[in-house]
């Protein structure tokens, strides 16, 4: 490029923030190609970066990250899946058996061998055994207490309706998100888990229409374990890219029983996209994502942020079949789309259906996010590390990918579902929620099974910076995993 973007103008009164401001454009712009040229996502590299810490283990550095092994594990795996590469048995069953040491006899699993279990580190173990684990003796799947992770789950059950992310600990709608990802996966999913959890998720959208770690709820003076109904609940924090996403991701989870309960919580829809587009930063910021109003931008918000427009369109926000521009045959004929006009595979189709720039979001990636030696970051000068990794290619999938609910699909799941279908645990359903259950697992493995990618854009590289040898495997909106992934775990668990 002959000249970079113009740095932010800032009035004449210079404080800590606007320098550092400055320092990061100035830093992101020397990253721009002085002639330009297709930026290459240099996937030997970060491939080479992932099976260093996968095989020779990870840094002296990461020593704090005892706690979060299954942290550890799950970046490394999913960013495998991401880029296409599939682990080799042996690997894998190394990967089963150490996974399979973190679970907790009281259930959940722990961040390591012996520790308390945890509902994030529960979320990373049982996403990494979708990856790498499989039915029978072994496989990992079997050995998954699905009972023990229900009464762990109850056991963390606050009376607003939150869950603590751990015994002893404090509530966060991350540890919701991990627990109903897990739910919904392995099919322990109850009225009783979740009720009252939709109003909570709601109480924590802040002004700003972001969310906030969590609320405050009133209790009565004259009886302390007693929550006031209807009373305020301030959000506490401030608005934030990664609550954000797991509280969204968390409130689609929840539809179906929102649906069919009596209570219907609802959220500001309108100030949560406009606040999710103004996380993206301009162009002299290359188009990366912040996660917090006037923070810098990092790589990692190009999941929490990015990947957060998908889930908007599961809501009736943004996306070409919101919009009424896209056939739902394309998902069984793979070719009709826009209001009948008939396209070959492969053909682009020039609509603008996109509420954040995907391509301002690539470059961001591949031309700031990656480390000359492998490993993507948060952005320069900083190192890789196997979260920034993980999060930024996931972030770049989504913005390679169009992976939207289908109506059709989630009609036929709901049509083929048997009632004969029984949960293959007993979690001691009372009588009274007997027939809601049913609805609410009917509804829920339809709802995480009805994601598919346009298939027209997926035979297309026209969208993609970089052309077609940037394209990575697309990811499901809800659970970052791959779509197959997810499925094949939810399908075992169902008994499908």
Not at 108 to 117: K, V
Not at 405 to 425: A, D
Not at 453 to 469: F, L, M, N, W
Request: proline share 5%.
């Amino acid at each position: 490029m002959a000249t970079g973007p113009k740095l932010t103008p800032f009035d004449n009164y210079r404080t800590a923030t606007t320098a550092v401001q400055h320092e990061t454009e100035e830093i992101l712009h020397r990253h721009l190609p002085k002639d330009w040229k297709p930026p290459a996502l240099n996937k030997s590299a970060h491939m080479q970066f992932l099976v260093k810490h996968l095989v020779q283990g990870f840094p002296s550095r990461y020593t704090s990250q005892d706690a979060s092994q299954p942290w550890l594990l799950f970046w490394i795996l999913q960013a495998f899946s991401c880029l296409g590469v599939v682990l080799d048995p042996g690997n894998k069953q190394k990967a089963i058996d150490k996974i399979m040491l973190w679970q907790h006899p009281a259930g959940g699993f722990g961040g390591g061998p012996g520790q308390a279990a945890h509902l994030l580190t529960t979320y990373a173990s049982v996403c990494s055994l979708a990856i790498v684990g499989r039915p029978g003796e072994g496989g990992g799947w079997d050995g998954i207490d699905r009972k023990a992770i229900y009464n762990f789950f109850l056991s963390l059950k606050q009376k607003d309706g939150s869950f603590l992310v751990a015994h002893h600990s404090e509530v966060d709608v991350r540890g919701i998100y991990c627990l109903l990802v897990v739910a919904t996966l392995l099919d322990i999913i109850t009225p009783e888990l979740v009720a009252g959890t939709p109003e909570f998720i709601a109480s924590c959208q802040t002004y700003e229409g972001g969310f906030s770690s969590a609320s405050f709820p009133s209790y009565d003076t004259h009886n302390p374990g007693k929550i006031l109904d209807g009373s305020p609940r301030p959000a506490l924090g401030e608005a934030h890219g990664g609550y954000t996403f797991c509280a969204l991701a968390s409130w689609i989870m929840l539809q179906p029983y929102i649906k069919l309960s009596a209570a219907k919580p609802t959220i500001n829809l309108k100030s949560l996209t406009r606040w999710l587009v103004q996380m993206q930063g301009v162009e002299s910021e290359l188009g990366g994502f912040r996660g917090r109003t006037n923070k810098l931008v990092d790589g990692c918000y190009s999941w929490w942020c990015g990947g957060a427009f998908g889930l908007l369109e599961a809501l009736g926000v943004g996306g070409l079949e919101n919009a009424k521009a896209m056939s739902e045959e394309v998902i069984d004929e793979e070719e009709e789309i826009l209001k009948g006009l008939k396209v070959e595979a492969g053909d682009w189709v020039d609509v603008d259906d996109e509420l954040f720039n995907s391509k301002a979001l690539q470059e961001y990636i591949l031309y700031a996010g990656q480390s000359p030696s492998g490993g993507l970051r948060d952005k320069p000068p900083k190192p890789a590390d196997a979260y920034h990794t993980l999060y930024c290619l996931s972030g770049l999938s989504s913005a390679q990918h169009h992976v939207f609910p289908s109506k059709t699909k989630h009609e036929k799941l709901t049509e083929e579902w048997s009632p004969k279908n029984e949960r293959q645990v007993d979690l001691l359903v009372s009588a009274e929620d007997k027939d809601l259950e049913t609805a609410l697992r009917r509804e829920g493995i339809a709802a995480i099974l009805s994601w598919g990618e346009d298939p027209v854009r997926a035979t297309s590289a026209a969208h993609i910076v970089g052309g077609k040898d940037n394209r990575l495997n697309a990811t499901h909106p809800i659970t970052n995993l791959t779509i197959t992934h997810t499925e094949g775990i939810a399908k075992w668990a169902y008994g499908l």
